[in-house]
Structures are given as C-alpha cells and as structure tokens.
C-alpha cells in the first residue's frame, strides 16, 4: 500500500465578494450579481481544486478513483466529470484544523487521511447498492469523498459527479436542476450501461446538490432513496436566502422586486424557467423514501426549508437536526461524517436493502442504539 495522502476537502464558502466589493455602483453590482446566479461558477473563477497548488492532491484523487471519465450531456451540451469509488476500506479518516484569526474567529480546514490502493480497484466490484453524490454549489466531486469513503467501507459503490459548470465539468451556465435533472438522468443511463449503476440506487446531496436530488427522485424512478443534506426548498428563494446569508452588505437595500427582477434576467440568460425546477412537486411525486438532514444554526439556508418539504413529501420519511459546536451549520455540515454519518447509514441500509413495512419504525430503533456522538479531533496548525 502506498503512504497515506491528506487531502483538504474542497468547498468554497464564499461568493467572489472581494471583487464583487469593488464595483462602482449598485447598477454594476446588480448586473454581476444577476450574472453570478447563474454563470458557471467554474468559469467566473478556477475551482479550489485545479489550482496549482492543489495539483498534488488532485493527483492523488485521481489515483483513487476506481475509474474516471466524461458524460456527454445535454441540451444545452456539455461533459461532466463523473468518478467512481468502488467498495472497501481505504483507512480514512479525519481531523479538523483550526487557526486563530486577528479579529478573535477561528477559521476550520477539514483534512482527510486515507490509503490509495497499490492496484486500482475494479468499478464493477459487486456492491450492496450505487449511489449518487452530488456536490454543493462552487464545489466539486472531490469535496464529497469524505461521504464516498464512508459508504465504500460499509459495502456500496459511489458514483461522483461534478455538476455542470462545477469542478472539471464543462457547461457555460447552470440551472439549479432545470438542466441537472436531465444531466444526471444521462449519466445513470451511461453508468448503466458500463456496468456501474448495479443493484438499487441511491443519491446523496449537499444543498445545491440535495435540492437538485429530490428534482432528480422526483422524475427517474430509478432513484430508490434520498439523502438531503441541507437543501431548499425552492430554489429562487434558495438565491435569496443564500444571497443575505453569504453577502447581506451587499444586498442588504434590495427589495423583493429587485431580486425577483435580477432572477427573471439571470433565467433568460442562462435559457431556462424557474418554472422547471419545483423541488415542492418532485417531493410530492417520488415514491423514494427520503431523509433531510438540517444545522440548527444553519445562517444560509434556514433550518424552516426543511420543513417546508417535509410538509410536501410523501412517506416514508425523516427530517434530523443537527448541533455542530462551530458557527454556521451549513458551511460545516456537509465536511463532516459525525453526527450524521450513522443515520445516513442506517437510511439507505434499511430503505436500499430492507425496504417494506415498519421502514419509519426500524430506522428510529436503529438510530437510537447509535453510541453517543463524539465531535472530530481539532488540531492546532
């Protein structure tokens, strides 16, 4: 086996505020920012995980990867970046470092420890089931390998994707599921007929990636079950709240009317309807069971989302909240396993391998004989 490789997970926290900052006039500000709703976020900037400096993590991602390869998708045409992890153990393991900051906040940087294997694994090795993770917004494949390590150890294969206009997929806009659904709907066909789609299927997704999975449950029934971490319930709302959480200075004088007309512009852009992305109906139609898990202190997206679609969403399913001890739930949630791992877990071992009656009832027994949660060891740079 060859020496472990830290690898820092890879989520950007914050819209490009600084230059954002720097624009003369509201007008300006409200054109770029209208732009940025839907431009692909990896051609307004390089994503964290191709810059140079993290060349060598990259490389040592990609020696992971059971396979790697490009899904033509489309219309609007595009190739996304997929991956494979296939089941095992890979030793992983995490810490979270914290550094001290001159204005008394703490800045956190997740770091990953796992083994590459000597010999790449077969992607087709049998698996208990497939699933799906999706990535959050600004973010790529390689940020949710934490969640794909976890899940090969406990016997299910994982298929990574980079969403279009994210990581080192192509695409000049997005379109918060109205181009996604289908997306996805191209790479399970593709993955199918590789042999990698085996068994039932499963999908795991971080806010803009957990909205876009209930929109994908809610039209391929091939989709079994559904992890929702953090996620909205309708996604013009979900730029709003997302816009006063991240950068309120910004946007702290504009009306509803503003941001109802910057949404309309930024969907004529980009060639799509908001129309097409009701997350509300697709909870409401999937027969696929699913569990929402929300930050108590989540400053971005409010916990309240999560019961708007619990309210909406046909049983079986659960909604679980969770206490992180650092700040805003939402930009740590989804680095973590703990406190959330063992009900994930749970969820698609009794919904994917075990499904039928009492589902509700099982998982709660289960859930509740979880040893007491522990928060990740901290350590000092």
């Given at each position: 086996?060859?020496?472990q490789?830290?690898h820092?997970?890879?989520?950007a926290?914050?819209?490009s505020?600084?230059a954002l900052?720097?624009?003369?006039?509201?007008?300006?500000m409200?054109?770029?920012?209208?732009?940025?709703v839907?431009e692909?976020?990896?051609?307004?900037?390089?994503?964290d995980?191709?810059?140079?400096?993290n060349?060598?993590?990259?490389?040592r991602?990609?020696?992971t990867?059971a396979?790697?390869w490009?899904?033509?998708?489309?219309?609007?045409q595009a190739i996304?970046s997929?991956?494979?992890i296939?089941p095992?153990?890979?030793?992983?393991s995490?810490t979270i470092?914290q550094r001290?900051?001159?204005?008394?906040?703490v800045?956190?940087k997740?770091?990953?420890?796992w083994?590459?294997?000597?010999?790449r694994?077969d992607?087709?090795t049998?698996?208990?089931?497939?699933?799906?993770i999706l990535?959050?917004?600004?973010?790529s494949?390689e940020g949710?390998?934490?969640?794909?390590f976890?899940?090969a150890?406990?016997?299910?294969?994982?298929?990574l994707?980079?969403l279009r206009?994210h990581g080192?997929?192509t695409?000049?806009?997005i379109?918060y599921?109205a181009?996604e659904?289908?997306?996805?709907e191209?790479?399970?066909?593709?993955?199918?007929?590789r042999?990698?789609?085996t068994?039932?299927?499963?999908v795991?997704?971080?806010s803009?990636?957990?909205?876009i999975?209930?929109e994908l449950?809610?039209?391929?029934p091939?989709i079994?079950s559904?992890?929702?971490?953090?996620?909205?319930?309708?996604?013009r709302?979900?730029?709003?709240?997302?816009a006063h959480?991240?950068?309120p200075?910004?946007v702290?004088?504009?009306?509803?009317?503003?941001?109802?007309?910057?949404?309309?512009r930024?969907?004529?852009?980009?060639?799509f309807s908001?129309?097409?992305?009701d997350i509300?109906?697709?909870?409401?139609r999937t027969n696929?069971p699913i569990?929402?898990?929300?930050?108590?202190?989540d400053?971005w997206?409010p916990?309240t989302?999560?019961?708007?679609?619990?309210a909406h969403?046909r049983p079986p399913?659960?909604?679980?909240?969770?206490?992180?001890?650092?700040?805003?739930?939402?930009?740590?949630?989804?680095?973590l396993l703990d406190?959330?791992?063992g009900p994930?877990s749970?969820?698609f071992?009794e919904?994917?391998?075990?499904?039928?009656?009492d589902?509700?009832?099982?998982?709660?027994?289960?859930?509740n004989?979880l040893?007491?949660?522990t928060?990740?060891?901290?350590?000092?740079?």
């Amino acid at each position: 086996m060859e020496p472990q490789s830290k690898h820092s997970i890879h989520t950007a926290l914050f819209l490009s505020t600084a230059a954002l900052a720097l624009l003369p006039s509201s007008g300006c500000m409200t054109a770029i920012l209208t732009k940025a709703v839907v431009e692909a976020p990896n051609i307004r900037t390089t994503p964290d995980v191709l810059k140079p400096k993290n060349h060598d993590i990259l490389v040592r991602d990609d020696e992971t990867y059971a396979l790697a390869w490009g899904v033509p998708v489309g219309p609007p045409q595009a190739i996304l970046s997929a991956a494979v992890i296939a089941p095992g153990d890979y030793g992983y393991s995490m810490t979270i470092s914290q550094r001290p900051l001159a204005d008394g906040r703490v800045t956190l940087k997740p770091i990953s420890n796992w083994t590459i294997p000597t010999n790449r694994p077969d992607p087709r090795t049998p698996a208990k089931a497939t699933i799906l993770i999706l990535h959050g917004y600004e973010d790529s494949k390689e940020g949710m390998l934490h969640w794909a390590f976890f899940l090969a150890k406990l016997g299910y294969r994982s298929i990574l994707v980079d969403l279009r206009g994210h990581g080192r997929s192509t695409g000049n806009w997005i379109g918060y599921g109205a181009f996604e659904v289908r997306d996805l709907e191209q790479v399970l066909d593709d993955a199918e007929k590789r042999g990698l789609a085996t068994g039932p299927i499963g999908v795991l997704g971080s806010s803009y990636g957990a909205s876009i999975a209930l929109e994908l449950a809610g039209k391929d029934p091939r989709i079994a079950s559904v992890v929702a971490l953090e996620p909205f319930s309708d996604a013009r709302n979900g730029v709003v709240e997302f816009a006063h959480g991240v950068i309120p200075g910004m946007v702290k004088s504009w009306t509803d009317e503003d941001f109802s007309n910057a949404l309309d512009r930024a969907a004529k852009m980009a060639h799509f309807s908001w129309s097409n992305t009701d997350i509300l109906s697709a909870v409401e139609r999937t027969n696929a069971p699913i569990l929402y898990i929300r930050g108590k202190n989540d400053r971005w997206i409010p916990p309240t989302e999560s019961d708007i679609l619990d309210a909406h969403t046909r049983p079986p399913h659960l909604t679980f909240t969770a206490t992180l001890p650092w700040g805003n739930d939402h930009v740590i949630l989804s680095w973590l396993l703990d406190p959330i791992a063992g009900p994930v877990s749970i969820w698609f071992d009794e919904t994917l391998l075990n499904p039928g009656p009492d589902l509700l009832a099982r998982v709660m027994m289960r859930t509740n004989r979880l040893p007491p949660i522990t928060a990740p060891s901290i350590t000092e740079p």
